[in-house]
Structures are given as structure tokens and as C-alpha cells.
């Protein structure tokens, strides 16, 4: 019995899409200069921030943010400490 090549196709992607997102860099593996180099190299990256928990780090100018987002400051744990950082996320207060 042969196994059809789509469901062959489908194991493939769902592997390699497995794979893909544990890939996601380790904030607590790296100093913060490595963080720092690798969100303004990429523009926008998702970062592995805890066991459970994650988050998508952008660049403090540039349009990584959808309207009405903007880079806003925010702190990733690190091995030398807590590192600044921006993510995307609505200014409090804002006027209408």
C-alpha cells in the first residue's frame, strides 16, 4: 500500500512549520546588545521572551506598526539583565 503524495506533501509542511516555530531566538539566551543588533537588522522580529510567552519586537523608527499602533518601550529579559526594547501598541491617551 503506497501513501498518496499529497498527505506526504501535508506531513512535510507541518513538519518543517513545527520546526519553524521553535525556532524563535531565545531573549534569555542573549545579551542585549544581540537583541539590540537583531531587531534593527530584521526590522521586526518575534522573540521567545519566557517558558510560555512571546512577542514581535520592532525598530523605534520605521513602519513595522499598523495604524494607530506605534513603537512603544518595553523591557525583554536577558542574561546580563533587562534590555530596551519597542514593540507595537496603541499611546495611552491618544485623541480621537
Known amino acids: ?52 510567552t512571546y512577542d514581535r519586537y520592532v525598530k523605534q523608527f520605521g513602519n513595522e506598526c499598523d495604524w494607530p499602533q506605534v513603537p512603544m518601550s518595553a523591557y525583554v529579559p536577558t542574561r546580563d539583565g533587562r534590555c530596551p526594547v519597542y514593540k507595537c501598541d496603541e499611546p495611552v491617551g491618544r485623541v480621537p
Open 1 to 52: 500500500m503506497s501513501i498518496p503524495l499529497t498527505a506526504l506533501t501535508t506531513a512535510a509542511i507541518l513538519l518543517v512549520a513545527t520546526g519553524l516555530s521553535e525556532a524563535r531566538p531565545d531573549t534569555r539566551t542573549m545579551i542585549c546588545q544581540q537583541i539590540q543588533q537583531l531587531i534593527q537588522s530584521k526590522r521586526a522580529v518575534v522573540l521567545t521572551t519566557g517558558p510560555n
